[in-house]
């Protein structure tokens, strides 16, 4: 999963550049995505995890951010 801070802001961009993603924005009850392949056929994954953790840690704290 490629990690954004919205998933629907980040589809748009790439769809723009020619990305084709595979049906709509997923909202879990926990996090949003949104799937698409890359180049060689891989399926891809942009992801926002909008509730809170169980342990309490922020969210994202430890975690690489690709924007």
Request: aromatic share 4%; glycine share 10%; net charge negative.
């Amino acid at each position: 999963a490629l990690r954004v801070d919205d998933v629907a802001a980040a589809r748009a961009e790439l769809e723009a550049r020619g990305v084709t993603f595979v049906g709509e924005i997923i909202d879990s009850g926990v996090c949003h995505q949104a799937m698409f392949a890359d180049p060689d056929g891989n399926l891809l994954d942009l992801h926002h995890r909008y509730a809170p953790r169980g342990d309490g840690e922020a969210v994202g704290r430890s975690r690489r951010r690709i924007t």
